[in-house]
């Protein structure tokens, strides 16, 4: 007889971001609560109000209301903009399992079951949503997309081919330890990848839906936004803990460059006898020596307040696999002496 297999659950929080959703909060809670109705571990649903300027509050207390004690309401102060809600949202999450999604109805909440269960199966510490038929416009969201996916795998070296999409399953040890800013939910799996092995984050076929109620709040028109924050992503993953590296290749190169040019306009000079004083090369060497010079100084700045920084705080340049953070509680045995 064929034993049914049981499957992995774990206390669960579904974050949800909302700006001016007060249409769609209603059929929002309806879903996630059909979808979770058989979920065998405790859950709640997390929604964060991004200062909303129409009734979604008003609307989202009215439901409270109604006997929906496990769905929690979070108002931030003013707009601040959706990766500022995520963050409130999983601040305040209290599961060992934390999902996030948009509260447009665009991510189906009927997904979730089945992408947790599979971080759960495959000890996972991120998986995230693939919009693989993707109901948007083809010009305006679908291509400047797929540009940004690309350009962002190639930069960060998580190669996914959904970047933009809001439903992600995480392991809360794992994201509680990220800060985000920005517009820095884009990349998400990038700084996930600075704490985990890129092994452990893959992706997942979700269902997409067209857009119900009102106009995307959160859309395209912050692209240069996230072409600096793209940058700095890049600055980080790379070079967090040895900054001077990055300043110091780029003094190296304009430092031999420069110098370079110098040490020939005094050949010129010395073995010529030609007039170099009204040179622009002579200009353009002696600014790449300067500005090299600037670049190793900023290395060594850089160098002393990441050093300061991890000295001072609790904050240490690795983290421990969850196996090794249990096993460095526990009281492990010493190869003791042998006695005479």
Not at 13 to 33: A, F, H, M, W
Not at 241 to 259: E, N
Request: glycine content about 8%.
């Amino acid at each position: 007889m064929t034993q049914a297999v049981e499957t992995p659950a774990a206390p669960l929080s579904v974050v949800v971001p909302l700006y001016n959703e007060e249409e769609s909060v209603g059929p929002l809670i309806t879903r996630v609560n059909e979808a979770l109705a058989d979920y065998p571990a405790p859950w709640e649903l997390i929604l964060v109000d991004d200062g909303s300027s129409d009734g979604t509050v008003a609307r989202v207390r009215e439901l409270l209301e109604q006997g929906n004690e496990h769905v929690h309401l979070i108002e931030l102060q003013r707009n601040f903009g959706q990766t500022a809600a995520m963050q409130a949202g999983i601040d305040h999450a209290r599961g060992e399992v934390i999902v996030t999604m948009d509260g447009d109805l665009q991510n189906d909440p009927i997904d979730i079951p089945r992408m947790v269960a599979r971080l759960l199966r495959e000890d996972l510490d991120l998986l995230s949503g693939w919009r693989k038929n993707r109901q948007d416009n083809l010009v305006m969201r679908k291509i400047p997309s797929r540009l940004a996916n690309r350009l962002i795998g190639r930069i960060t070296g998580v190669e996914l081919h959904d970047y933009g999409c809001s439903l992600k399953v995480y392991r809360a040890t794992v994201i509680k330890n990220i800060r985000l800013y920005g517009e820095m939910h884009r990349f998400i799996p990038a700084w996930v990848a600075t704490n985990t092995s890129p092994s452990r984050i893959k992706e997942e076929v979700v269902t997409h839906h067209a857009r119900q109620y009102g106009e995307s709040k959160y859309g395209i028109s912050r692209a240069y936004r996230v072409l600096l924050d793209l940058l700095f992503v890049y600055f980080f993953m790379r070079f967090r803990a040895r900054p001077g590296h990055f300043f110091g290749r780029i003094g190296l190169l304009m430092g031999g460059l420069g110098g370079l040019i110098l040490v020939y306009l005094g050949f010129v000079k010395l073995v010529f006898g030609e007039d170099i004083g009204n040179r622009p090369l002579l200009l353009l060497g002696v600014l790449l020596v300067v500005v090299s010079i600037q670049f190793f100084t900023t290395g060594i700045m850089s160098e002393m307040i990441t050093r300061t920084y991890y000295e001072s705080s609790d904050t240490r340049p690795y983290i421990l696999s969850q196996r090794s953070r249990a096993e460095a509680e526990e009281d492990l045995p010493w190869h003791l002496p042998k006695q005479a």
